[in-house]
């Protein structure tokens, strides 16, 4: 026998004897049929209709059809990671009007992925540095406004950086230094900042300083997605859970070639670096991208018309009752869906938490809290035949606490 004969004869070996009377390995396995099991039920768990948001606190969104499909379809097979962050990336950069692009961990994750890869650059060693700055050769400062310095710029500060806050224009010329290593802005803080996106993003091409913008929960409209590549940042940094629907476990962080192929670097499969354990696999990437993609093909302007109408229905249940009065609020840079804020004459009701009776109500309803004991309600995260039942609760429990 030829020599690649006898290899082949003797690794197919083990896999006869295994395999016996019972055919193979894997029919042996699942020989029986999987039976129906209700996950929520089977811990104890109660559900709720989502009149609330997309909130994390709240597991996010439900994915659309593509996406779990997308899911299921990429879970039969094996890949190279490396292979599907390569294709899915350019496809999603060539959507979003950018150079490269990559899935993340969430928008946190492309925030420190970012921020990792504008130090480390296309160096594994310094990649494996960070966030030990000291004594490295990195720069260690990042600029932004007083008014952005929120609680996720933390995501920055966990690179090992110092974050320099400034005000005025002025502030920030004279905060710039051979220290600097990058200018950060969040654009549902923008309106609170004195300097607005156009003229931040001229003072650093002037200084030759890399951009980042975090943009995890401004959508819609879609268009923000490519509008900052547009503008001239050089990463940009958006949810995929939200109203996206993607997997909520996943972001984008899409941008410059030589950046994003840097924040890789420091990003899994690869290890000793600061992003290993940001894993998402190929079964996340693709429902990202199949999410993506539908809610870039979506009528736009169909969709807000149908939210719209959905307030107007529980608004009008709402205010139908005696001293209830039910406001749409203003739009809002970040989670920018119509709300609908309900409030009532206190001196005619005997009600101490709306909120927590409609939770504590069967249905399970989630809203948010508004200024006064109020309650906000958004309408994105319901499904149809939800929109009516959450109409009725609330009419309930305000005709019920009327005195």
Not at 360 to 388: F, Q, R, Y
Request: charge should be neutral; include cysteine.
């Amino acid at each position: 026998m030829k020599r690649r004969e006898i290899l082949k004869t003797l690794t197919m070996l083990p896999l006869a004897g295994a395999m016996g009377n019972s055919g193979s390995i894997v029919q042996s396995v699942q020989a029986k049929p999987l039976s129906k099991r209700d996950v929520f039920s089977e811990f104890g768990l109660r559900t709720f209709i989502n009149a609330s948001g997309y909130f994390t606190s709240l597991s996010g969104s439900l994915m659309h059809e593509e996406a779990l499909e997308a899911i299921r379809d990429a879970s039969k097979h094996f890949c190279r990671l490396e292979d599907v962050q390569d294709k899915v990336g350019a496809r999603i950069a060539s959507l979003l009007h950018a150079e490269s692009a990559m899935v993340t961990a969430g928008a946190f994750s492309a925030l420190m992925l970012g921020m990792a890869g504008v130090l480390s650059g296309n160096d594994a060693k310094k990649a494996s540095q960070i966030p030990f700055l000291e004594g490295t050769g990195m720069k260690s400062e990042v600029i932004l406004q007083k008014a952005h310095n929120d609680g996720y710029a933390h995501a920055l500060k966990n690179c090992g950086v110092k974050l320099i806050t400034v005000t005025t224009v002025e502030e920030l010329e004279n905060a710039i230094n051979e220290n600097t290593a990058m200018m950060y802005f969040i654009n549902y803080q923008a309106t609170l900042g004195e300097i607005q996106h156009v003229e931040w993003l001229e003072i650093a091409k002037k200084r030759k300083i890399p951009t980042m913008i975090d943009m995890a929960a401004d959508l819609p409209p879609k268009e923000n997605l490519w509008k900052f590549h547009d503008l001239g940042f050089d990463l940009v940094c958006v949810s995929g859970g939200k109203f996206m629907r993607g997997p909520q476990s996943t972001g984008i962080l899409s941008g410059r070639k030589d950046l994003i192929a840097a924040a890789r670097l420091n990003a899994p499969p690869r290890g000793n670096n600061i992003g290993r354990g940001m894993k998402v696999n190929k079964e996340e990437i693709f429902g990202l991208y199949f999410a993506l993609e539908r809610f870039i093909n979506t009528d736009q302007d169909q969709e807000w018309k149908m939210l719209e109408d959905r307030i107007t229905l529980i608004a009008n249940a709402a205010s139908s009752v005696k001293g209830v009065k039910a406001e749409v609020i203003p739009l809002l840079l970040i989670n920018r869906i119509p709300t609908l804020n309900i409030s009532w004459d206190k001196s005619l009701f005997k009600l101490d938490n709306l909120a927590n009776n409609l939770r504590e109500g069967n249905p399970s309803i989630e809203v948010m809290g508004g200024p006064g004991g109020s309650i906000n309600v958004t309408t994105h995260m319901l499904k149809a035949d939800e929109v009516k039942i959450v109409a009725k609760r609330i009419k309930d429990e305000l005709s019920k606490a009327l005195i």
